[in-house]
C-alpha cells in the first residue's frame, strides 16, 4: 500500500524532501506554517540570497531539476576583497571553472514549491503551523492561521523541517527521554542592506563575485542578484566598541560606513533608511541527538544541524541530507527502522562538522581574507595543490567542490593540513621563498609524516 508522509516546514529541505518522496511513490503532504509566498508575494524571510554549490547542485540534480535552478543562478568565481582605500583584490575560489552559485532564497524556493506541486502525490498545506507531535499516535497537529482550526495529521512517516526553531524538535525534546539539546548563539548578528543595480541593471560591483569588506571582528558581505542589484550583509558583535550597540543614529551610521566601507557606501544610496528599517538579527548553531525517533520520525535539514553562514553550507547541508536519505531508502529497501539508523550515525558527525568549520570560518572572512600571510599560505596551497592534487585539496574545496568527501573527513584533513601548513609559514624567508624548490620538497616531506586518512579512504 502506498505509504503516507507528512513533512513539517515547505522552506528549502522540506520542498526538495517531498520531491524525492513523492518520485519514490510516497503520498506526501507538506504543511508550511507561512502563506504561500508565490501567491502572498511575502518576503520568504532572512538573507536576500544563499551561496549554492556542488552538494546542493548533486541534491537538485538527484530528482533533475538542477537545470531549472541554474537558470536563476549566478556563478562566483572568488572573493573580492575590498580594503579600507578603496582597492580591491581577487581571490579565486577554486580552480578556473569552479564556482558557488549566488541565488535567491525566494526564487529557489518558490521553484522548489512549484516542482513540488507538479508531483502527482504531493499537496502542500499553507498557514498550518506544527505545534505537536504525538509520537505515539503517529500523529501531526497543526493550527490553521486563518481559520484557528486544530487538524491532526496521522502518516507512516513524518519529517520535521521546520528549521533552526522547529517545533518539531522541540516536540520530541519534551517527549524523549535523554534528548541531546545544546544551542549556541555568537557575539555577532547580521544586518541585511542593499546595493541597487545602476542604468538598465547594471551591476555596480563586480558581478562574479563574492564581496567582502573584512574588517577584523566585524566584515560586510555582498551577493549578486539578478537585477543587476546586491544583497549586503553587514555581520557585526552586538555589543563593544564596533557594535549595533554603538549604531544608534543616523550619524553614527553614516560615519561608520564612511570610514569603514567607503566604496560600499557610495553605491547605497538607501543605506540610513535601509539600517534602520532592517532588523539586527541573531546567529544561532544548533546540535541535538538523536535526529529520528520510532523508526518513523526524523529531522531534517536546520531543524537537526543549524549553523551559522559562513561556510554558506546550511541549505547546502539540507540538500545533502535528502541525497542520503535517498541512497539510504535504495540500500534498505524501504527497511524504515535501518534507513533511519544509518540516516542519523552518518549525517550526524558531518553536521556537527560542518557547524564547526563554519564558526572557524567567520574569523578566516572577517580577519584573515586582508591578511598578507594568509594570502601567502593559500597561494602556497593552491600551487602545491595543481602539482599535487592526488596529496592536497584545499579545505575550501573540500568542503565547497566535492561532495564525494564527508564533511567530517573535510574537518579532520584540514587540522591535517593546517598543522602542515603552520610548520610552513614558520620558515624563515618564507615570503621570498615560497614558490621555490625547497619549499615544495619540505611540504612532501611533512605529508608523508602524517596519515591522511582521506588519502588513505581513497585508495
Ligand atoms: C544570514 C544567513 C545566510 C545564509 N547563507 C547561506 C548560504 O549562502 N548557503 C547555504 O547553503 N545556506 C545558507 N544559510 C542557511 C540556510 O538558510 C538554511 O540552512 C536553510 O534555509 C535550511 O533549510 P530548511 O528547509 O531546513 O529550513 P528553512 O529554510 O528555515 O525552512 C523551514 C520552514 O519551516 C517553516 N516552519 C517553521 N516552523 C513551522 C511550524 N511550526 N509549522 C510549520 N512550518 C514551520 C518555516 O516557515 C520555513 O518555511 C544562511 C542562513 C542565514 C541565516
Known amino acids: 500500500m502506498q505509504k503516507n508522509v507528512t513533512i513539517v516546514g515547505a522552506g528549502l529541505v522540506g520542498s526538495l524532501l517531498s520531491i524525492y518522496m513523492a518520485k519514490r511513490g510516497y503520498k506526501v503532504s507538506v504543511f508550511e506554517r507561512r502563506a504561500d509566498m508565490r501567491t502572498a508575494r511575502i518576503s520568504a524571510g532572512k538573507s536576500i540570497n544563499l551561496a549554492l554549490s556542488d552538494r546542493g547542485w548533486r541534491g537538485l540534480e538527484g530528482v533533475g531539476i538542477a537545470e531549472e535552478i541554474r537558470s536563476i543562478a549566478i556563478p562566483m568565481y572568488g572573493r573580492s576583497i575590498h580594503h579600507r582605500d578603496g582597492s580591491t583584490a581577487f581571490q579565486p575560489y577554486g580552480k578556473k571553472e569552479q564556482a558557488i552559485y549566488s541565488v535567491s532564497r525566494a526564487g529557489i524556493n518558490m521553484k522548489l514549491m512549484d516542482l513540488a506541486d507538479q508531483q502527482e502525490h504531493v499537496r502542500l498545506f499553507f498557514e498550518e503551523r506544527c505545534t505537536h507531535i504525538d509520537r505515539k499516535n503517529q500523529t501531526v497537529s497543526f493550527d490553521n492561521d486563518k481559520t484557528k482550526a486544530t487538524t491532526h495529521i496521522q502518516s507512516d512517516l513524518i519529517f520535521g523541517s521546520d528549521g533552526a526553531f522547529s517545533a518539531s524538535r522541540l516536540s520530541m525534546q519534551l517527549t524523549s527521554d535523554r534528548f541531546e539539546y545544546n544551542q549556541h548563539y555568537i557575539g555577532a548578528g547580521y544586518k541585511e542592506l542593499h546595493i541597487p543595480a545602476g542604468e538598465n541593471g547594471a551591476f555596480r560591483l563586480e558581478k562574479n563575485a563574492l564581496h567582502i569588506w573584512p574588517r577584523g571582528s566585524f566584515m560586510m558581505i555582498a551577493l549578486p542578484n539578478s537585477d543587476g542589484s546586491f544583497t549586503c550583509t553587514l555581520f557585526i558583535p552586538f555589543e563593544g566598541e564596533k557594535s549595533f550597540s554603538a549604531l544608534r543614529t543616523k550619524e553614527q551610521v553614516k560615519k561608520f560606513f564612511e570610514e569603514e566601507f567607503p566604496?560600499?557606501?557610495?553605491?547605497?544610496?538607501?543605506?540610513?533608511?535601509?539600517?534602520?528599517?532592517?532588523?539586527?538579527?541573531?546567529?544561532?548553531?544548533?546540535?541535538?541527538?538523536?535526529?529520528?525517533?520510532?523508526?518513523?520520525?526524523?529531522?531534517?535539514?536546520?531543524?537537526?544541524?543549524?549553523?551559522?553562514?559562513?561556510?554558506?553550507?546550511?541549505?547546502?547541508?539540507?540538500?545533502?541530507?535528502?541525497?542520503?536519505?535517498?541512497?539510504?531508502?535504495?540500500?534498505?529497501?524501504?527497511?524504515?527502522?535501518?534507513?533511519?539508523?544509518?540516516?542519523?550515525?552518518?549525517?550526524?558527525?558531518?553536521?556537527?562538522?560542518?557547524?564547526?568549520?563554519?564558526?572557524?570560518?567567520?574569523?578566516?572572512?572577517?580577519?584573515?581574507?586582508?591578511?598578507?600571510?594568509?594570502?601567502?599560505?593559500?597561494?602556497?596551497?593552491?600551487?602545491?595543490?595543481?602539482?599535487?592534487?592526488?596529496?592536497?585539496?584545499?579545505?575550501?574545496?573540500?568542503?565547497?567542490?566535492?561532495?564525494?568527501?564527508?564533511?567530517?573527513?573535510?574537518?579532520?584533513?584540514?587540522?591535517?593540513?593546517?598543522?602542515?601548513?603552520?610548520?610552513?609559514?614558520?620558515?624563515?624567508?618564507?615570503?621570498?621563498?615560497?614558490?621555490?624548490?625547497?619549499?615544495?620538497?619540505?611540504?612532501?616531506?611533512?605529508?608523508?609524516?602524517s596519515v591522511s586518512e582521506l588519502l588513505v579512504s581513497a585508495q
Open 263 to 449: 566604496d560600499a557606501a557610495a553605491l547605497m544610496p538607501a543605506l540610513l533608511d535601509d539600517f534602520f528599517a532592517n532588523p539586527a538579527a541573531s546567529l544561532v548553531t544548533v546540535k541535538c541527538w538523536p535526529w529520528t525517533f520510532d523508526d518513523r520520525i526524523a529531522l531534517i535539514g536546520d531543524a537537526a544541524h543549524a549553523i551559522v553562514p559562513f561556510y554558506g553550507q546550511g541549505m547546502n547541508c539540507g540538500f545533502e541530507d535528502c541525497v542520503v536519505l535517498n541512497r539510504l531508502i535504495d540500500k534498505h529497501k524501504e527497511n524504515w527502522k535501518d534507513i533511519f539508523a544509518e540516516y542519523q550515525n552518518l549525517r550526524k558527525p558531518d553536521g556537527d562538522a560542518i557547524a564547526d568549520l563554519a564558526i572557524a570560518n567567520f574569523a578566516e572572512m572577517r580577519d584573515k581574507t586582508g591578511d598578507a600571510k594568509f594570502l601567502l599560505q593559500k597561494k602556497i596551497e593552491a600551487r602545491f595543490s595543481e602539482k599535487y592534487p592526488d596529496k592536497w585539496i584545499p579545505l575550501y574545496s573540500m568542503v565547497t567542490y566535492s561532495p564525494d568527501i564527508r564533511y567530517s573527513m573535510a574537518l579532520k584533513e584540514g587540522m591535517r593540513q593546517e598543522a602542515i601548513m603552520n610548520q610552513i609559514m614558520g620558515i624563515h624567508n618564507i615570503e621570498k621563498i615560497w614558490d621555490s624548490e625547497t619549499i615544495e620538497n619540505e611540504m612532501l616531506r611533512l605529508i608523508q609524516d
